[in-house]
């Protein structure tokens, strides 16, 4: 490929150009293994982005984080995400069945997809752990973990205020104040507000006169209490408040003649900017959340006390089909999570021959969900009733865990990680009667089904001097079990309900290297990897012969074989130019694997029939789901000195090849595979000279591409997709105190 091969010329280029300066890279610390080390120590693969990192390349939610981690693919469909982490990730979690990628707010999990989608607020940092993470993080971290770490509170009077304005109009207003009251107390308060217009403009006097727009708002406050010389306090207490249609300008794609909105006289747009929809709600999202951490320092071991609550809740409406007909669309969906968690640290104090983590952890979550559709225009057509529930579920989890890691230094080149997790994971799925609307057409349904697994982990690691280190690890990931929804659905061929789904398992073998060569001056750290996914959690599309109605039924009905090269690197050019950037090399293939497709009932039938109907297709030898071959970027920054301050510059390229969202069965479904494309963004500043004023000028995806989709899905009414954001641009001002 042209640009792999062009990247490379350049890196190479720049690396061999000589230049005499002072400057070294800064340490970089993060808390990947529950204590804070430097980067370059820690044996995983672990990918830290600051804060200015973040800034500077135009990253400003959980979505934009897939344009700067190489690997990761987050699509969404309407507010719930769905994240992909080499390659490991699923289609649908809702009430039951839970991410594999685990997403963490400093110390608080985030367990339900439909609260992936957020952005980002005082940040000081964000750590993305790639492989199975079984051992310190344990269920749910097969693909890997995503650690938000937000600013805590400093010893010093500092704060923050900006305002940011751009078209589609723009708004965002932030502020951050850390305020010391005493020698041992004090706060920080941190506010984000923000809203923009729609992206898309309807073009159906039906529904919201535009989607895809913005109201995002969230608060956060953190109090720490230095109690004695050993003992510490932080209480966090947080909360969000959405309400808008974000990614959820749908639009028909494939032949126009399949789709079974447009036959029933609906419209839909044709491209970015415009859709077709009956929508008239937008999807409202609350969440808070309270966690209270309590260290206590000892002479050889620290103990940490973790204590976290969380609630979710949402409602909304979101159409399948794409377009203004009423044909496949979800109304006013109720969905309420609530979690505590309680996790015990012990963690030893670091020396030359030996350390170790140690802790027991304890997780509950009740959730709750109920799919309600409205399929007058079709209901019209083919008779039966308009308003139907899938059913209201209540899903309730109960997980413990004992874990430890411990590593011992052989000499001061050798040292050996060995670590495990026990888990024991119960789960319980009731499904009832809408209290919504009349028909509901799953029956009703009770069950409790267990798990228990053993994740363990063995690190090799040698030291070379004064270069960096390699690492060879074994790892195993632990995904739990769980229910669909509704787990009440009839399997076709036994005629009873849907079995629950068995956790999925992922074995990684890693060989990795972090080094800093050059003076200090250039930073490359890598690791080639190699994953055995076993009883893979597979999301396909059936009948229920009961009810005729089609639902999403995840099954456990693969293997895999993942086999990848991850590259990230710093380099100091000169003494106000930095290039960094990262990519990922991956091959990935589904074994005996007899998946489901969607395809044309026209083409199946010969004839003009709309909508999709899903056949059997052998996905055996083929690549996985939203896992491309080839994914990097690359920012530079060039830091301009000006006699009355300092002009930073830079511009951030990011870009994947072309991955399927699923499986194409036919031509005509072609549609499903999205195709290579690269995001440019660019970024301007101007520091007064105490860096108190900052000046700003921002543009995203500034080569305008249009060919790239947040989601594309194929479902019973056609295949639809949600159009990517298209470029924008603006400015900030901010204050420094």
């Known amino acids: 490929m042209n640009f792999k091969r062009s990247i490379f010329i350049c890196v190479i280029g720049i690396i061999t150009h000589k230049s005499v300066f002072a400057a070294t890279l800064e340490e970089v610390i993060v808390t990947a293994q529950k204590r804070s080390e430097s980067l370059q120590e820690v044996p995983i693969a672990v990918q830290a982005l600051g804060g200015e990192a973040l800034d500077e390349a135009g990253i400003g939610d959980t979505l934009d984080l897939q344009l700067v981690t190489p690997g990761f693919v987050v699509s969404t469909t309407g507010p719930a995400s769905q994240m992909y982490l080499r390659g490991i990730g699923n289609r649908l979690a809702l009430a039951g069945l839970d991410p594999s990628v685990a997403i963490y707010m400093d110390d608080q999990y985030i367990g339900v997809a439909q609260a992936g989608l957020f952005e980002f607020a005082d940040v000081e940092r ?118 808008d249609t974000n990614s959820s300008d749908l639009i028909v794609l494939g032949p126009p003649e399949y789709s079974l909105g447009l036959s029933l006289g609906g419209v839909t747009g ?37 204590t976290t609550y969380w609630d979710f809740e949402q409602n909304g409406s979101l159409e399948l089909d794409g377009t203004s007909a009423r044909a496949l669309e979800f109304f006013g969906i109720p969905q309420e999570t609530e979690s505590f968690s309680q996790e015990l640290q012990w963690l030893s104090i670091m020396n030359e021959s030996w350390d170790w983590v140690a802790g027991l952890y304890y997780y509950e979550q009740e959730s709750s969900f109920e799919g309600l559709v409205d399929r007058s225009d079709t209901a019209a057509v083919a008779g039966g009733p308009s308003y139907v529930s899938q059913g209201y579920q209540n899903a309730e989890t109960l997980a413990y865990a004992a874990f430890g890691q411990t590593t011992y230094h052989l000499d001061d080149s050798w040292s050996l990680t060995l670590g495990g997790r026990y888990n024991y994971e119960e789960k319980k799925a009731i499904v009832r009667k809408s209290k919504y609307v009349a028909v509901t057409v799953t029956p009703e349904y009770s069950d409790k089904q267990d798990w228990t697994e053993f994740t363990p982990k063995a690190t090799l690691q040698y030291t070379l001097e004064d270069e960096g280190m390699v690492y060879f690890t074994f790892a195993r990931g632990f995904k739990s079990g769980g229910y669909n929804y509704t787990a009440s659905t009839i399997n076709p061929i036994t005629g009873e309900p849907e079995p629950p789904v068995d956790p999925e398992l992922l074995d990684m073998y890693e060989f990795g290297w972090k080094t800093e060569l050059m003076d200090n001056r250039f930073r ?72 489901s497709a969607q395809m044309y009932n026209g083409v199946l039938n010969n004839n003009s029939d709309p909508g999709m109907s899903a056949v059997a297709y052998d996905a055996s030898g083929h690549e996985l789901l939203r896992a491309p071959d080839f994914s990097g970027y690359m920012t530079i920054s060039y830091d301009i000195p000006v006699s009355s301050g300092r002009a930073p510059v830079s511009v951030t390229y990011s870009y994947k090849s072309s991955y399927k969202y699923d499986f194409i069965a036919d031509t005509s479904t072609s549609a499903l595979e999205q195709d290579a494309y690269g995001i440019l963004n660019a970024r301007a500043s101007y520091y007064t000279s105490d860096d108190k004023w900052q000046f700003t000028i921002w543009g995203k995806n500034l080569l305008d591409e249009d060919n790239y989709y947040d989601d594309i899905n194929a479902n019973p009414a056609g295949i639809r997709g949600s159009v990517g954001a298209p470029i924008t641009y603006g400015i900030e001002l901010g204050y420094h105190f």
Request: glycine content about 10%.
């Open 270 to 306: 044709t491209s970015q900017g415009k859709v077709g929809t009956s929508i008239s709600d937008k999807t409202k999202t609350e969440t808070s959340d309270a966690a209270l951490r309590i260290n206590i320092s000892g002479e050889t071991v620290d103990f940490s006390s973790i």
């Open 126 to 243: 964000i750590e993305v752990l790639k492989g199975p993470q079984g051992t310190l993080y344990g269920r749910n971290a097969s693909g890997g973990a995503i650690r938000i770490v937000t600013k805590g509170v400093d010893d010093e009077l500092n704060g923050k205020l900006s305002a940011t304005l751009g078209n589609y109009n723009t708004r965002k207003f932030s502020g951050t104040v850390s305020v010391p009251l005493s020698d041992s107390f004090g706060v920080r308060l941190s506010a984000l507000t923000s809203g923009r217009d729609g992206y898309a403009d309807n073009i159906s006097t039906e529904g919201l006169s535009e989607l895809d727009d913005g109201d995002f708002s969230a608060y956060r406050v953190k109090a720490a209490w230095r109690i004695t010389d050993t003992i510490d306090t932080t209480l966090s207490l947080g909360m969000t408040d959405q309400d």
């Open 524 to 595: 490359l750290n890598g690791s080639l990897y190699y994953y055995d996914y076993q009883d893979l959690q597979v999301t396909a599309n059936t009948t229920d012969p009961s009810s005729g109605v089609q639902a999403n039924i995840t099954r456990n009905a693969a293997n895999a074989e993942v086999l990848g090269l991850d590259l990230e690197f710093t380099l100091l050019v000169g003494e106000y130019w930095t290039l960094n950037g990262a990519f990922n090399f991956m091959d990935s293939e589904y074994q005996d694997f007899i998946a």
